[in-house]
Nanobody, 126 residues
Framework: QVQLVESGEDSVQTGGSLRLSCAVS????????MAWFRQAPGQEREGVAAVYTGGAATRYADAVKGRFTISQDNAENMLYLEMNSLKPEDTATYYC???????????????????WGQGTQVTVSS
């Protein structure tokens, strides 16, 4: 089992920056990739960014490319999401996710992730 705990909840103005953190514990050695998802009220949960735990390859949703950066500190078992140039449409609950299976690519669909955190709220005001 893997446990994920997000932190970094905050409210910022348009154009601001924020960093989310995800503490990973449990059977971390078998995690193959991790990701950040977000879900706004009344909307589907969408993938934002993903990363292989054993390498540098990353993948981003078009809506956040150039503004968000996913990174990890494997020594500290931490996953981060650096968010810049925030927009009101980035307002959502952000979730950390992980999985131990190798699908051959970095997925941004929630169906590929077994482990989930409880979420942390990001609010961007205009």
């Amino acid at each position: 089992q893997v446990q994920l705990v997000e932190s970094g909840e905050d409210s910022v103005q348009t154009g601001g920056s924020l960093r989310l953190s995800c503490a990973v514990s449990g059977d971390t050695a078998n995690i193959y990739f991790m990701a950040w998802f977000r879900q706004a009220p009344g909307q589907e949960r969408e993938g934002v960014a993903a990363v292989y735990t054993g390498g540098a390859a990353t993948r981003y949703a078009d809506a956040v490319k150039g503004r968000f950066t996913i990174s990890q500190d494997n020594a500290e078992n931490m996953l981060y999401l650096e968010m810049n140039s925030l927009k009101p449409e980035d307002t959502a609950t952000y979730y950390c996710a992980a999985d131990a299976r190798n699908f051959g690519s970095l997925p941004l669909s929630r169906k590929f992730y077994k482990y989930w955190g409880q979420g942390t709220q990001v609010t961007v005001s205009s």
